[in-house]
């Protein structure tokens, strides 16, 4: 084994997972011939290979879009500026739980640190 890590950005990764599933689905096809006598196509060693090689690249799974108010490009939802135009994009509220605990402690807090 050796330590290549191999760096995509979010549009390549997005372009590998179209081609992973084009070519799976292409194995698929050729696996899933009908045998003559009528049985199950057992998996073949291409098929194996293959899944052992998406397992490998670990693609995960196509990361959620949002559409940019300003120009209707496509960002990242978690962005907080789009890619295209650099407009400041809507904060998402991702973790309310989070928030509504987060402002009920700082009403008991303490706040003696940090003043001169
Ligand atoms: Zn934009």
Redo the contacts with the bound molecule.
Sequence with gaps: MNNLRLNFSGAELSRLRVLVEAVGKEIGLVTGAPTPDGSPTPKTALDVTWSHLVEMLDLGSEPEMRT??????Q?MAGARL??????R?PTLALKPAVTAKTADSQGGGQRAAGNP
């Design positions: 940019c108010p300003n120009c209707r490009g960002c789009c890619g295209s135009c650099w407009a994009l």
